[in-house]
């Protein structure tokens, strides 16, 4: 099956490290994605990973996979008020369906 | 940076009627997306398109729903006959040469049904 489960809402203060979480049920899935809907805005497609690595670093961005427990996290660093948005993380399973499968989406808001 | 584009932002219009969404996907990507995302609620899968075809369609695509790529920019989706129901924000995405790469979006199009 699959479903990708998030926390709703996140709160940090400006220059803290933000951590969201995601977990993931289709452990066949090759490729998870992060993207970030800032308000009225689009999906803006921050980083992805593939499914035969642990981590992935651009930036002030920090992407960790365990396989194992199906789980996904995004880190951002030094976090700022321009962060504040929803992170949305998506899986994209193999075979024929070529479709995302998003979360429900994280509302970070930063506090200064 | 090339990018995604869809035109209106923001569409009002009555129930019944036939609303037509556009959208510019990146000009050298090959595949094709909507998705739908009702207020609150998450961003969901409706079709992909590719080689002038639909690739996969999702229940929530039923015979109301139609896309077409009229020429070689533009891809199009139409909901013959709207429901209150439709009320979202639609999301046309493309991805290049290869399915699996990451799927670009639009900003949307906000749809509200009257």
């Known amino acids: 099956g699959e479903d990708v489960e998030q926390s709703l809402f996140l709160s940090v203060r400006e220059g803290d490290s933000s951590v969201i979480n995601c977990t993931y049920t289709d452990s066949s899935s090759t490729y998870l994605y992060w993207y970030k809907q800032e308000p009225g805005a689009g999906l803006q497609l921050l980083t992805y990973?593939?499914?035969?690595?642990d981590m992935k670093q651009d930036q002030r961005l920090t992407v960790l996979l365990n396989k194992k427990d199906k789980h996904l996290s995004l880190r951002i660093a030094d976090t700022q008020t321009g962060d504040s948005a929803i992170y949305f993380c998506?899986?994209?399973?193999?075979?024929?369906?070529?479709?995302?499968?998003f979360g429900s989406g994280t509302q970070l808001t930063v506090l200064p | 940076e090339p990018e995604v584009t869809q035109t209106p932002s923001h569409q009002v219009t009555q129930m019944g009627q036939e609303v037509i969404l556009r959208c510019v996907p990146i000009?050298?990507?090959?595949?094709f997306y909507w998705y739908r995302q009702i207020l609150g609620q998450k961003v969901e899968f409706l079709v992909s398109?590719?080689?002038?075809?639909?690739?996969?369609k999702s229940e929530i695509f039923d015979d109301q729903f139609s896309v077409e790529r009229p020429d070689g920019s533009n891809f199009t989706l139409k909901i013959r006959s709207t429901k209150l129901e439709d009320s979202a924000m639609y999301f046309c995405a493309s991805t290049g040469s290869y399915s699996n790469q990451p799927q670009h979006f639009g900003d949307g199009t906000r749809l509200s049904i009257l």
């Open positions: 000009s050298n990507h090959l595949y």
């Open positions: 998506a899986e994209f399973p193999p075979g024929s369906a070529r479709q995302l499968t």
């Open positions: 398109f590719y080689n002038n075809e639909i690739s996969e």
């Open positions: 990973i593939f499914s035969n690595m």
